[in-house]
């Protein structure tokens, strides 16, 4: 499939229409759905509907380009599951604020994907959708939490999609998927108008490209009415701003993960070193350097803070089914982190709020003698389906599995900063492996244009999954 820039212009110079691209995009998700599973809903009549209205020469960005949106973000009319029991059939009656933008800039949504349930792990195979499947090995998870969205990109479903990123949600998929992840800087993109200030949870897109990137967030990016907190806004649009060609940056290499006991793959940490030395080819000057944020005991300071904000969901679903959640209601991992939060009290909230936000703020200005830190993408290559899913009788083992399995990204969460997923290289077992560039606060722009410095070094675009078993061929 196309880049989703490259289909707009088709549509826009009507050598294609745009019913002919969003009905290609629904035939291709009918076809692969019983295999990859990556839809909770696919939105036939609307999605051809709103295509009919739009004609050639229509001036919008991506007008036409057919897309994906989490199923944790309200879309008029369509189910908002969480993929969760409790939220049963539930249909949002108004769109989140980043929908609204995605239709304003021509988007044709064609349906909503799966999740963990509540977004919590990241895999993505809940009880009330089952497992999705990573299109370059169909027995690998793609991810989580916006697994859905990752694996439909992948596969050809959509060119792009939406997804959003609490502890890595975009960015492990996309290093599971073979595509570009970018979690935007805190505050970038507005999470209203149902949702609070989000601390740690940034909305973006999985893409094929850098530019398509970039393009989606000159679309999301920006002020709404309301918002608590904003990050400034750019010298001038991101497609413009990732042109730049980046020399002689000051970049970390890291290789401590920021939660103890992660083990790291030779893989991963190979395609991190080769990332580092084709960056040296590159202009640049690269250090190998170890940031003060292992043996901090984060994971239970993140679990403190990010425990709560998980068991609003619950809260939420329960407001919805009109009544108090039960344990039958959800998955295990989800009651536990319910109960958890309910048994929590706020001076402890607050305590593991101001202890992250300390930790932050020391880190940033310790990472702020380098322009980039580079560090691998997982700590292990895509875990077998089943592995880390959250039921059975010992959820909170599968919950610290998830952390070795993706050391290296909630930090970035805490710290606010932006971070991209690259898919540089392909293992020796065929997967994708992702390395993860940070950026300095609001930096954005730097990582897209040293992403796209990287993509010309090493284009990845053209690379598609056998949709076949991992071992296989």
């Known amino acids: 499939m196309r880049p989703a820039i490259e289909l ?62 989490k199923d944790n973000r309200a879309v008029d009319g369509m189910p908002l599951t969480m993929c969760s029991d409790l939220f049963g059939d539930y249909v949002a009656r108004s769109d989140a604020y980043l929908v609204r933008r995605l239709r304003d800039a ?13 977004g919590i792990l990241p895999t993505t195979e809940s009880r009330r959708s089952g497992p999705t499947a990573n299109p370059w090995a169909l027995d690998r998870t793609p991810g989580g939490s916006s697994g859905g969205s990752a694996a439909a990109v992948a596969a050809g479903m959509v060119p792009i999609a939406h997804g959003n990123d609490g502890g890595g949600s975009i960015r492990i998929p996309a290093a599971c998927c073979g595509l570009v992840g970018l979690k935007p800087a805190r505050g970038r ?73 992660a083990e790291l793959d030779p893989l991963n940490e190979a395609a991190a070193r080769d990332t580092a030395a084709l960056l040296e080819s590159l202009g640049h000057h690269v250090v190998q350097y170890t940031p003060p944020w292992s043996g901090r005991g984060l994971l239970a300071d993140f679990t403190r803070a990010f425990g ?12 919805i089914a009109g009544r108090e959640p039960t344990e039958d209601d959800v998955e295990p991992l989800t009651w536990k982190i319910w109960e958890h939060a309910r048994g929590q009290d706020t001076i402890t909230l607050l305590a593991a709020q101001s202890k992250l936000e300390r930790i932050a703020r020391g880190l940033v200005a310790d990472l702020a003698r380098f322009d980039i830190v580079v560090t691998p993408g997982l700590g292990r290559r895509p875990v077998p389906t089943g592995e880390i899913h959250g039921r059975g009788p010992d959820p909170w083992g599968h919950y610290r599995r998830s952390g070795a399995f993706t050391p290296y990204t909630a930090i ?25 560039l940070i950026g300095p606060p ?12 990287l993509e010309r070094a090493l284009p990845w675009a053209q690379r598609t999954p056998a949709l076949r078993p991992s071992g296989v061929g």
């Open 189 to 261: 993109v507005s999470v209203g108008p149902d949702a609070g200030h989000g601390f740690l949870v940034a909305d973006g897109v999985l893409t094929r490209t850098v530019a398509d990137t970039a393009a989606a967030l000159d679309v999301l990016a920006g002020y709404e009415p309301g918002d608590a907190t904003w990050a400034a806004p750019p010298a001038a649009p991101y497609t413009e701003l990732m042109s730049a060609e980046p020399a002689g940056l000051r970049i970390a290499l890291v290789f401590n993960p920021p939660l103890d006991d």
């Open 106 to 118: 021509g988007f044709v949504i064609v349906g909503k994907t799966t999740l963990p349930e509540n």
């Open 442 to 453: 609001e930096r954005e722009d730097l990582l897209l244009a040293l992403g796209a410095q």
């Open 308 to 319: 709560p904000a998980t068991a609003m969901t619950t809260f939420v679903g329960g407001r």
């Open 412 to 436: 970035v969460n805490v710290m606010g900063l932006p971070a991209i997923m690259l898919p540089l290289y392909q293992g020796e077992d065929g997967l994708p492996t992702g390395v993860q």
């Open 8 to 69: 707009a212009e088709l549509v826009r110079s009507g050598e294609l229409t745009a019913a002919e691209l969003v009905q290609a995009s629904l035939d291709r998700i009918d076809a692969l759905q019983p295999t990859v599973n990556a839809f909770t809903h696919v939105a036939h009549e609307s999605a051809l509907a709103a295509a009919g209205e739009i004609a050639a020469g229509d001036s919008r960005p991506f007008a036409g380009v057919p897309i994906a949106v």
